[in-house]
């Protein structure tokens, strides 16, 4: 797999690519500029060949690759009726806050936040809370426990969506984390949604822990939600993974899906399943380009694109930038986009804390990083 290989995207449906004029490099939304494993594009043309795609369930044999795949990588023993497949994370949270929440209740997560988490409790009339996260000693985002359970008990919380690892920060949550978060939910009977669907691109050989891994008093209270999406670059095909092992909470998730979220399309199971069966190798190759990719920002942001930091993300191919010191008043992305005619995600979309801040896509060729080093460069001297 040839990682550098550049590939126009902006002749195709690409959101990323097509959101602006052709002469802006693209670095914002979160997929890469890699191609997929050769074995899942194999798959997809095996079974477009044979030319009928009605109704149906799916391939034989996907249920177990995903329950293998979990005791393979996190010693965490699901079954298969247990596996649910859905058209999406975002889908997947938007489902339970929905379905399992009640009119009056609140919803609660980490800021700076994914956008969809902000904006899911709202599109279902509830109100989302948010938990500030804060740089601690370790110069890595730290959670203030503290202020997450006095906001659980002072307010109507009734589900708490974690990111882990978390977007746009990049942090891994350690074992003792993932453990205060479940102590905290299981004391204030509190639900746990967790999207992980960045749970395989993990830095300096980091290891993920599902939440649910924990025990089955965490496991009873918790929805785990993962995909092939981010890891291997099939974000498009939308299937996704939710694991729920509690049958009662199965059943009340799956009760409100019913006749309104199908499940996700056949080609993309067949590109899943062939991800997990064969993409190991690939996904190895990708995570030492992507931290060569990572190595790169990290030695401009300490020399040439001063005063612009970070903290150096643990996981993901997303740069959270800290801008506060440059002193442009309002959009940073219009500022850069205007300026050197590069492309990134506004701060304040992930949450009033994200002033000052925007979010860079660094899954793309070494070529576009080191141009997009070059703008901001550029940017920098044009203030």
Not at 47 to 66: A, K, M, S, T, W
Not at 150 to 162: T, W
Request: one cysteine or more; a negative charge.
């Amino acid at each position: 797999m040839n990682f550098d290989k550049a590939i126009d995207r902006r002749k195709t449906e690409s959101v990323k690519w097509r959101r602006w004029d052709e002469d802006v490099l693209a670095m914002w939304v979160a997929d890469t500029d890699f191609e997929a494993p050769q074995e899942v594009i194999d798959a997809i043309n095996k079974r477009v060949e044979h030319g009928i795609f009605g109704y149906g369930f799916p391939p034989d044999g996907l249920n177990e690759v995903v329950t293998q795949r979990l005791k393979r990588l996190y010693n965490w023993d699901v079954d298969v009726e247990q596996v649910q497949y859905v058209p999406g994370i975002v889908t997947g949270f938007n489902v339970a806050v929905r379905g399992l929440c009640k009119p009056g209740e609140e919803v609660i997560y980490q800021v700076p936040a994914y956008p969809p988490f902000i904006r899911a409790p709202h599109s279902a009339g509830l109100q989302g809370i948010q938990n500030e996260m804060f740089v601690g000693k370790s110069g890595q985002y730290e959670v203030d426990f503290e202020a997450f359970e006095q906001e659980i008990i002072d307010n109507k919380v009734s589900l708490f969506i974690l990111c882990n690892p978390h977007n746009p920060t990049g942090r891994v949550y350690r074992q003792d984390e993932l453990e205060k978060f479940a102590e905290i939910c299981l004391r204030n009977d509190v639900i746990i949604v967790s999207d992980e669907i960045h749970c395989d691109i993990l830095y300096d050989g980091r290891k993920h822990i599902p939440i649910a891994s924990l025990g089955k008093e965490v496991s009873d209270i918790t929805i785990t939600l993962q995909a092939p999406s981010k890891t291997f670059n099939v974000a498009g095909l939308h299937t996704s993974v939710a694991v729920i092992q509690n049958p009662v909470l199965r059943e009340r998730y799956n009760a409100y899906r019913a006749g309104i979220v199908s499940s996700p399309c056949i080609l993309g199971m067949y590109a899943a399943k062939a991800a997990y069966e064969h993409g190991e190798p690939w996904l190895e190759k990708q995570l030492s380009y992507l931290q060569a990719n990572r190595e790169l920002i990290d030695e401009a942001l300490r020399n040439e694109l001063k005063p612009i930091k970070w903290c150096k993300p643990e996981a993901t191919f997303l740069a959270w930038l800290d801008c506060c010191e440059l002193g442009i008043n309002g959009s940073l992305q219009e500022y850069f986009l205007e300026k050197v005619k590069l492309g990134l995600n506004d701060g304040p979309e992930f949450g009033a804390v994200g002033q000052g801040f925007v979010r860079l896509n660094f899954g793309t060729t070494r070529d576009n990083i080191v141009l997009a080093i070059e703008k901001m460069k550029e940017a920098l001297e044009k203030l």
